[in-house]
């Protein structure tokens, strides 16, 4: 049996909308996915408020991806739309989302992080094979970031934290290029807030880093274009280096906003970003001694369909 359906992720800093089609016997079969850079969080997030221009963004995208749904013959009840940190946390965000309705019919599932985190770990699995040990599941937003401890058995922890990187940008008076004294700065706060990750990390002893979504999507295709590989386009598992990734680290620390985005691979919604979420990757491996970073182009919107699609097998 075949139904179509699609799931929208309302994020702090993108929109995502997958159309699939599931299917008992494969899960699911994307046949249309589309991004679009919103930033609902720029400007407000750490007062908790969604901005004016931000709330017409996402309007916008709402309307556009409704013109999609319509083109597709989506059916309204098969519309499965979540919204996280963003707008979980602001005091306008329950206004912001009757507006969706009102104006497109989209109902909109405000999760919490720890619904957040169980997705991400459900589009993590289908995408990449965990095996029997334990690995660390890292997905920064621009509002939270999600970890999650497991295998490919279970989740032993999961974790929200209000840590993303729109937030780090607008908390902290980050320099271009970034000052050791803002590095510094970082680090201290990461080691404050990840206390109960810290803990939890001493008793599973992870291995590996699997990093999911935006800011790894990126180090991915920057790693691939400069070392001229292939990778095919419906590849679920995508590939990057610890020592690639120490190779960027330093140099998105010592170039400007200009210079990063000279970068192939770079992406102007990623190019402020990029530089706190890296310097946050760094902390977690090397706090807690990771050699190993795997990334999977799966996480949240396809964690749902995962779970949209166990319901008609």
């Not at 969706?100 to 169980?118: H, L, P, Y």
């Not at 970003?273 to 310097?279: C, E, G, T």
Request: charged letters at 25%; proline letters at 2%; a negative charge.
């Amino acid at each position: 049996m075949n139904k179509q359906v699609a799931t929208i992720d309302l994020g702090t800093n993108t929109f995502h909308l997958l159309i699939a089609e599931l299917d008992s016997e494969i899960f699911f079969r994307i046949v249309y996915r589309e991004r679009i850079p919103v930033m609902i969080g720029r400007g407000g997030i750490n007062q908790g408020i969604i901005k004016e221009d931000a709330k017409q963004r996402a309007l916008d995208a709402l309307s556009h991806f409704k013109e999609k749904l319509d083109t597709f013959g989506v059916l309204e009840d098969n519309v499965h739309c979540t919204a996280t940190s963003a707008i979980r946390n602001a005091k306008n965000g329950q206004e912001l989302v009757d507006s969706i309705f009102q104006k497109t019919g989209i109902r909109v599932d405000v999760i919490s992080g720890d619904k957040e985190a169980e997705y991400i770990y459900y589009g993590v699995r289908q995408a990449v094979p965990l095996g029997s040990k334990s690995a660390l599941i890292m997905d920064i937003g621009g509002g939270s970031v999600e970890f999650i401890i497991c295998n490919q058995d279970e989740i032993h922890w999961k974790q929200s934290f209000e840590i993303g990187a729109q937030r780090l940008l607008d908390r902290f008076d980050i320099q271009d290029p970034i000052t050791q004294a803002n590095i510094s700065d970082l680090n201290g706060y990461f080691n404050d807030r990840l206390a109960p990750l810290a803990e939890i990390v001493k008793e599973y002893q992870p291995n590996t880093l699997i990093g999911a979504s935006g800011t790894f999507d990126t180090l991915s295709d920057i790693y691939v274009l400069e070392s001229n590989l292939e990778v095919d386009k419906e590849a679920t598992e995508l590939p990057l280096s610890h020592d690639a990734f120490q190779r960027m680290l330093n140099a998105f620390s010592k170039k400007n906003r200009e210079e990063r985005l000279q970068i192939p691979g770079m992406i102007e919604m990623r190019v402020d970003m990029i530089v706190v979420a890296s310097w946050l990757i760094n902390y977690i491996l090397e706090a807690y001694g990771l050699q190993e970073i795997r990334i999977s182009s799966y996480a949240l919107k396809e964690g749902l369909l995962v779970q949209l699609a166990k319901q008609i097998q």
